[in-house]
């Protein structure tokens, strides 16, 4: 059993302590945005926040994370998708197939976080997470857009 903090409500769950974070997520809390893509930390479709740092879920045990932590998952940066990143998503039509998104706007929402002003560097940098339809131009104009800056 261990006890998890995500989206502001503690939650128990029953996993064993080397479960994926992204399980327990996605199996025992029931919140699917949170994708399985290559399950290596590679892709970042599974990315979550962790005290405000992003994280990779795939490849986070859950005998890593404390009860204190914060999770926070796509479903939990806004629950009106009025983010500031969700905003700049639909404004600039960012998705194609869609999969890999929550994962892109919880980088972009990290990165903007400590970084309010990027760079087309800083983002081509900060998001490293695989689109395989290719929309990163429209990904990095999102960025751009949500940061307040050019499209």
Known sequence: MAKLNINGRVREVQVEADTPLLWAIREQVGLTGTKYGCGVAQCGACSVHINGALVRSCAMPVGSVKATDKIVTIEGLSATRSHPVQKAWAAVDVPQCGYC?????????????????????????????ICRCGTYQRIRAAVHMAAGGRA
């Open 101 to 129: 998104q929550s994962g892109q706007i919880m980088a972009a929402a990290a990165l903007l976080k400590r970084n309010p002003k990027p760079t087309d560097q800083d983002i081509d940098d900060a998001m490293s997470n």
